[in-house]
């Protein structure tokens, strides 16, 4: 069995940080990319920012210059820190992982509970 938990999430004033966390425990071999989305009410989720497994990273366009995504693969952890903060950025965000379970040949992606981030003044 895989978990992946974030934490971080908070009420923040337009112009603000927040570093959220995700942490990934259980039968874990290996884990290759890891990633953070988001989605509000009655929206699609959308990718916000991934990584590799060799630190090769992407962002969505809203997001690049102010997001940073980092993992540190020793702890299985995965960060988002968010500079500048905007209403639009107001949603759920959800930390995703491809992970190979011990014992297991194929990856699969798993996904965390969600942690609410609402930038407003």
């Known amino acids: 069995q895989v978990q992946l938990v974030e934490s971080g999430g908070d009420l923040v004033p337009p112009g603000g940080s927040l570093r959220l966390s995700c942490a990934a425990s259980g039968s874990i071999f290996k884990i290759y990319t890891m990633g953070w989305h988001r989605q509000g009410p009655g929206k699609v989720r959308e990718l916000v920012a991934v990584?590799?497994?060799?630190?090769?990273?992407n962002y969505a366009d809203s997001v690049k210059g102010r997001f940073s995504i980092s993992r540190d693969n020793a702890k299985n952890m995965v960060y988002l820190q968010m500079n500048s903060l905007k209403p639009e950025d107001t949603d759920i965000y959800y930390c995703s992982g491809d992970i190979r379970q011990n014992a297991s040949p194929a990856f699969r992606r798993y996904w965390g509970q969600g942690t609410q981030v609402t930038v407003s003044s």
């Open positions: 990584t590799t497994s060799d630190g090769d990273t």
